[in-house]
């Protein structure tokens, strides 16, 4: 079997002139990429100053060695500083006051916790 010559990748544009992809490609493989994932045109990870971190076969073998599909026996538990806990807030609580057994005609006082924010806002609009 005779093995086939590489095609140039000739493309045509709209103003008619003729384009070689794999040439452009070429000449532009070290350029870095435009977005947020610090890679050139080629995949390498690039540094700050744009130096080479971890190649494209780099990359793509370490894909390849993660184990797919299963969940680790421990979980990894991140330490919380001291100084960033949550303290947990407190809930409003409801205080119901109920007659005396001394004034029998009293009536019934529910007192409701002072509303903020919207609420208090919202509260004459009705």
Known sequence: MVARPTRKRMYRTMQGRMVDIEKLRASNEHVR?????????RGDVLGPSGRIIESKADVITKY??????????????RKIPADRKIAPTPQPSIQRMTPTASKPDAPTVITTPEKKGIDAALDGLE
Request: hydrophobic share 30%.
């Open 33 to 41: 990429a435009v977005g947020n994932m610090n890679v050139n045109a």
């Open 64 to 77: 390849y060695e993660q184990p797919k599909g299963k969940a680790d026996d421990t979980p990894i538990r």
